[in-house]
């Protein structure tokens, strides 16, 4: 690209003079301009090159190599290599992927152990008969059907969240089971007559609410890289995925509050 200065260097105006003339000094191609080492008529028409200690009376000024290692180091200020450039882009890390991973082994394990009691009635489980007859003498209605959904909730929800599929609904699905166990066992009391006893007794609900934490992490962090979820729909989105999952939980538990529950 031709440019020329915001003037004439003599009382003749600006000239064309050698424009397109051929470089003799043997630089390779780059951009003819006219700069302040350059007089345009009959003076002195050299360059002065501080790195060569040389006059380059060419013309024509080389196009940088921006490649790496243009002057023998790995990148230098020949390839215009910014150092803000080294700084490596935001992103899910190693111990983020390796936490979620085994809190969604913690937490899917162990409900896969309390979903496989009540549906066959392994690991001293009372199976789904046991089961439906403890909600009934709770004051639930439609105990049986209850008795099933509670149990593949649990046993499929524990069994995605270990494989990370589908990891915010089948955290959602455990952490509405939660929600309901914990209502239940407050009574419906917000500040209960005996506070925190009845939270931190052995008859209380901390192991609940340590669950139900858990899960809710996971419907709003998602399960990390080490998952069969990775870079899909829900994994890009976890946000607008959480909301949904945690909306349809919170709805399960007000239907199974105020639908079977006597």
């Keep these: 690209m031709a440019t020329h200065d915001d ?72 390839a215009h290599y910014d150092e803000d450039d080294r700084r490596k882009p935001f992103g899910w890390t190693g111990s983020a992927d390796l936490g979620l991973l085994v809190l969604r082994l913690a937490l899917g394990g162990a409900f896969l152990g309390h979903g496989a009691q009540k549906v066959f009635g392994v690991l001293g489980g009372p199976g789904i008969d046991g089961f439906a007859r403890t909600l009934a003498d709770l004051g639930y209605r439609e105990e049986r059907i209850l008795a099933w959904v509670t149990g593949l909730t649990e046993l499929v929800g524990g069994g995605l969240l270990v494989l990370g599929l589908f990891t915010p609904l089948a955290a959602a699905g455990i952490l509405g089971v939660m929600a309901n166990v914990i209502a239940f066992r407050y009574g419906g009391q917000l500040f209960p007559p005996d506070g925190l006893r009845r939270f931190l007794n052995p008859n209380g609900v901390e192991q609940e609410v340590a669950y139900a934490a858990m899960a809710f992490a996971l419907v709003f962090a998602g399960p990390g890289r080490a998952a069969i979820d990775y870079n899909r729909g829900w994994f890009r989105h976890p946000l607008l995925t959480g909301i949904l999952c945690f909306l349809l939980a919170a709805g399960a538990t007000a239907v199974t509050l105020l639908v079977f529950r006597d």
Excluded: L, M, Q, W
């Design 7 to 78: 003037g004439p260097r003599s009382s003749g105006g600006y000239s064309d003079d050698g424009f397109y003339s051929t470089s003799t000094s043997g630089a390779g191609g780059g951009a003819h301009h006219f700069d302040d080492g350059t007089r345009a008529f009959g003076g002195d028409t050299s360059r002065f090159d501080k790195d060569t200690s040389t006059f380059d009376t060419s013309g024509y000024t080389p196009v940088d190599d921006f490649a790496p290692g243009a002057r023998g180091g790995p990148y230098d200020e020949a």
